[in-house]
């Protein structure tokens, strides 16, 4: 089964911040997103995390005889979970996430309650910028497990990203991680984030003293301060 990993995100713009989400895999890797002042999101070229496959649009067409074997297995057989899920994992890893998507689908009607794969469809249309269909997955998963922390930390996202941002409904669900585990580490980051895209000056200091409190060693810390620091100046 396809899990999440932690994954970096780097913000540019206006205010410059730092956003953690989750990806499939178990191992930490760090991938960047750059923002534009008018607020565009660009993948950032050369981040692909160490081991992490070359991404290439033709590589599922073909000319890699297992890759598209696993396809074609997953295509010829829709009643096989399984193979649906494979064929997912598979899409995700080159980040087609299109196509990720059609196969989680397929694995979501066998089995329509299977927890993991409602979290993947939540995690795939996030990666793929369908972020208001990827809040209707996580919701539909914090429902079976209202206390799962990096779900919840991802819904939060979510509503960070889309192209109407609701920073207020992002803080909202950053906090209720934190009732549960005040020193999460991504929660409290994107708290940071969430508060300094607002401006409000005081709750950004006082998320960013907490993350420093929880993980001195943060690398976020620093551009953090500095932006919180821009405000100050205007």
């Known amino acids: 089964m396809i899990n999440k990993e932690n994954t970096l995100f780097g913000i540019v713009g206006l205010l410059l911040g730092l ?3 989750f990806y499939f895999a178990n191992s930490v890797n760090q991938g960047a997103v750059v923002v534009s002042a008018a607020g565009s999101q660009q993948p950032a070229s050369g981040n692909l995390p160490p081991g992490h496959p070359t991404v290439n649009g033709d590589s599922t067409n073909g000319s890699m005889p297992e890759t598209q074997a696993v396809i074609d297995k997953a295509k010829q ?23 990720a998507i059609e196969f989680l689908k397929k694995a979501n009607e066998l089995q329509p309650d299977n927890y993991e794969v409602i979290v993947q469809l939540g995690n795939a249309n996030f990666d793929a910028d369908n972020y208001e269909v990827a809040e209707k997955w996580y919701a539909n998963a914090l429902e079976k497990k209202p206390n799962e922390a990096n779900v919840r930390t991802d819904y939060g996202l979510a509503f960070m990203f889309r192209d109407k941002p609701d920073y207020d409904r992002a803080i909202s669900e950053f906090n209720k991680v934190l009732v549960t585990d005040s020193k999460h580490e991504q929660a409290l980051q994107n708290l940071t984030v969430a508060y300094t895209k607002k401006g409000d000056v005081a709750r950004a200091k006082a998320s960013l003293e907490k993350l420093s409190q929880a993980s001195p060693s943060n690398s976020a810390i620093a551009k953090l301060t500095e932006d919180i620091g821009k405000i100050n100046a205007k």
């Open 77 to 99: 057989n829709p009643p096989d979970f399984q193979a649906q899920l494979d064929a997912a994992e598979l899409y995700y890893q080159i980040q087609r996430f299109d196509g």
């Open 19 to 21: 956003i953690v989400g």
